[in-house]
């Protein structure tokens, strides 16, 4: 696999689209910050992380619309890739949806959404927009 980042959004976008409740997805330390940055802002029921041996897994609960079934998650793209990776300082930092979405960032500081790095005024490589 050349790019897990790119894997693990497609699994969590093919879950949805499918309508399943539960997506299975190969673990990593960028992956784990990853899910966390998306149950702190809501996109995610839950997570749970499972160690045996060396392999690691994360388990992630998808969250739907309780009466018109719609999923939290509309829209799972990838910025940065190997072949052509994608870097933003504050004062450039992508607003998605013009706020209503996030830009999930890898920085000096770590894994964080678009807002935090604002705050914290440092940029990094825009990983995914997530809406």
């Known amino acids: 696999m050349t790019d897990p980042i790119a894997d693990f959004l497609t699994r969590i976008r093919n879950a949805v689209k499918a309508?399943?409740?539960v997506v299975d997805i190969p673990g990593s330390k960028m992956k784990r910050e990853m899910t966390k940055i998306l149950k702190e802002k809501g996109y995610i029921l839950n997570y749970k992380f499972e160690q045996d041996g060396v392999r690691s897994n994360i388990k992630?609960?998808?969250k739907y619309h309780p009466e018109t079934k719609?999923?939290?998650i509309r829209t799972l793209t990838r910025v940065s890739k190997p072949g052509l990776r994608r870097y933003t300082n504050v004062e450039d930092m992508p607003r998605v949806l013009n706020g209503l979405g996030i830009a999930i960032l890898s920085t000096s500081l770590g894994v964080m959404s678009d807002k935090e790095a604002r705050q914290k005024n440092v940029g990094g490589e825009v990983l995914c927009y997530v809406y």
Do not use: S
């Open 60 to 62: 992630i609960a998808l």
């Open 70 to 72: 719609a999923p939290a």
């Open 19 to 21: 309508g399943h409740k």
